[in-house]
């Protein structure tokens, strides 16, 4: 049975792991990036706490010892269903079982300025931007003789208050505190601004009640202006105005406001939601197709427990990945094609942290809720649990450590990156701080 996926996220790679020198497969994983990116940490990256490399990890070594899985390097440009192909930058590929783990993309939901100013974080190349920008911003502050231009270089808008908003609040807020007064001795940093807004009346939406006021709590405790039920209503690079007719005037606005799902071409309008998600059945088979499936964020299923689709997280895209493996065996068992497992999601907590010795931790199973010191122990544990490679959980590690006991970000370098707006991209030249 040939297999082809189409994504090296979570969902993707766990699926190519679990088909991994089973006989009968020959498994073809496509991907535009030649490594698996762990998306949890990207923000780290993003405030200079952690290397690209310490959270990217090369697809072709986790299958060195491989004998069924192949990899290609390539965007793929459609699907064909009534072919059984798909086509490629690189040419077209035949499949027995089509597996779309595309994952999901920023949604700024129609609005081409933020496209064009707003600085996303779904990519690691877009964390080195947000990191670049941030540290030019207070180059830029040195050199500035304008107080007002002084005042939008030293303000960030944070829009979206889940947990990549509110670890990026935590995070951009500790440099203020412990790292930038240093680099920078000549900033006055008690006028540095960073805004949470907040569409709805709380942060972290999908946790406990105590989550949600703990999380606010800590950000303000460290210096950020929580702002909910608010949204962003447009920027044009320089101000920001609210929903509710105030403006902030600033350089840097960071996008963690909604994401959608990547549905390639070629997949039934009529099939595709809200969120730009595909419509799956309890396999994780799109609907009306008799060998194409669509696995984790750009997976829509209602279950009994989750009408409303599950959640976009990295756990329910592992789950399913292994849960089809399972019965992409049973099918080519043959004898046990008809012991298909339906998929059923456990949820076992969902976390966030917010800063040094301070997180939130929900368990379901028993009801518990943690916070501060203990969950935040707990929050790094598993997180190095899931980050691939014994050398990259070692860096991790050692990088966290560094930064507890000296209060600094170790990697706040600026090497050649491509500069936003995308449409307009040129080259930056390597920065050293």
Not at 6 to 29: M, R, Y
Not at 179 to 189: G, K
């Given at each position: 049975?040939?297999?082809?996926?189409?994504?090296?996220?979570?969902?993707?790679?766990?699926?190519?792991?679990?088909?991994?020198?089973?006989?009968?497969?020959?498994?073809?994983?496509?991907?535009?990036?030649?490594?698996?990116q762990f998306q949890p940490l990207f923000y780290q990256v993003a405030t200079g706490g952690l290397d690209a490399s310490n959270i990217s990890f090369p697809l072709r070594k986790a299958f060195h010892?491989?004998?069924?899985?192949?990899?290609?390097?390539?965007?793929?440009?459609?699907?064909?269903?009534?072919?059984?192909?798909?086509?490629?930058?690189?040419?077209?590929?035949?499949?027995?079982?089509?597996?779309?783990?595309?994952?999901?993309?920023?949604?700024?939901?129609?609005?081409?300025?933020?496209?064009?100013?707003?600085?996303?974080?779904?990519?690691?190349?877009?964390?080195?931007?947000?990191?670049?920008?941030?540290?030019?911003?207070?180059?830029?502050?040195?050199?500035?003789?304008?107080?007002?231009?002084?005042?939008?270089?030293?303000?960030?808008?944070?829009?979206?208050?889940?947990?990549?908003?509110?670890?990026?609040?935590?995070?951009?807020?500790?440099?203020?505190?412990?790292?930038?007064?240093?680099?920078?001795?000549?900033?006055?940093?008690?006028?540095?601004?960073?805004?949470?807004?907040?569409?709805?009346?709380?942060?972290?939406?999908?946790?406990?009640?105590?989550?949600?006021?703990?999380?606010?709590?800590?950000?303000?405790?460290?210096?950020?202006?929580?702002?909910?039920?608010?949204?962003?209503?447009?920027?044009?690079?320089?101000?920001?105005?609210?929903?509710?007719?105030?403006?902030?005037?600033?350089?840097?606005?960071?996008?963690?406001?909604?994401?959608?799902?990547?549905?390639?071409?070629?997949?039934?309008?009529?099939?595709?939601?809200?969120?730009?998600?595909?419509?799956?059945?309890?396999?994780?088979k799109i609907l009306g197709m008799e060998n194409i499936y669509a696995l984790g964020d750009v997976a829509y299923m209602e279950t009994p427990n989750y009408p409303k689709g599950h959640p976009q997280?990295?756990?329910?895209?592992?789950?399913?990945?292994?849960?089809?493996?399972?019965?992409?065996?049973?099918?080519?068992?043959?004898?046990?094609?008809?012991?298909?497992?339906?998929?059923?999601?456990?949820?076992?907590?969902?976390?966030?942290?917010?800063?040094?010795?301070?997180?939130?931790?929900?368990?379901?199973?028993?009801?518990?809720?943690?916070?501060?010191?203990?969950?935040?122990?707990?929050?790094?544990?598993?997180?190095?649990?899931?980050?691939?490679?014994?050398?990259n959980k070692l860096q991790v590690f050692i990088n966290w450590i560094y930064n507890y006991i000296t209060h600094d970000q170790s990697l706040r370098l600026i090497f050649k990156v491509f500069y936003?707006?995308?449409?307009?991209?040129?080259?930056?030249?390597?920065?050293?701080?």
């Open positions: 049975m040939k297999v082809v996926i189409i994504g090296a996220g979570f969902a993707g790679l766990k699926l190519a792991q679990s088909l991994d020198n089973k006989a009968g497969f020959d498994v073809l994983l496509i991907d535009k990036f030649n490594f698996h010892k491989s004998k069924n899985v192949r990899i290609r390097l390539t965007k793929v440009t459609g699907v064909v269903p009534a072919e059984n192909k798909i086509t490629t930058e690189v040419g077209d590929i035949e499949y027995d079982q089509l597996v779309i783990a595309t994952g999901a993309d920023t949604n700024f939901f129609g609005n081409e300025k933020l496209v064009e100013f707003a600085f996303p974080m779904k990519s690691t190349i877009e964390a080195l931007q947000l990191r670049h920008r941030l540290i030019e911003n207070f180059e830029n502050v040195v050199v500035s003789d304008s107080e007002e231009e002084r005042q939008k270089l030293m303000t960030v808008v944070i829009v979206g208050g889940g947990p990549t908003g509110v670890e990026l609040g935590g995070a951009i807020a500790e440099m203020k505190k412990y790292t930038l007064p240093r680099d920078y001795p000549e900033i006055d940093f008690s006028q540095m601004k960073i805004f949470l807004l907040e569409g709805t009346g709380a942060t972290l939406g999908p946790m406990s009640k105590k989550s949600q006021e703990q999380s606010q709590k800590y950000l303000e405790k460290l210096g950020v202006n929580v702002i909910l039920n608010t949204v962003l209503k447009d920027y044009d690079g320089e101000t920001v105005i609210l929903s509710n007719g105030e403006t902030i005037k600033t350089a840097t606005v960071i996008w963690a406001a909604g994401i959608k799902g990547n549905v390639p071409e070629g997949i039934d309008p009529s099939l595709v939601v809200r969120g730009n998600r595909i419509k799956v059945d309890r396999y994780n997280v990295a756990n329910v895209a592992i789950n399913q990945a292994k849960n089809l493996a399972n019965n992409l065996r049973r099918i080519e068992m043959k004898s046990k094609a008809d012991m298909l497992e339906e998929f059923e999601y456990h949820d076992k907590g969902s976390m966030a942290t917010v800063g040094r010795n301070l997180a939130v931790v929900d368990i379901p199973k028993p009801n518990l809720h943690f916070g501060g010191f203990f969950a935040w122990l707990i929050w790094m544990f598993l997180h190095l649990v899931l980050i691939l490679g014994v050398k936003r707006p995308r449409t307009q991209q040129k080259e930056i030249q390597y920065i050293k701080t």
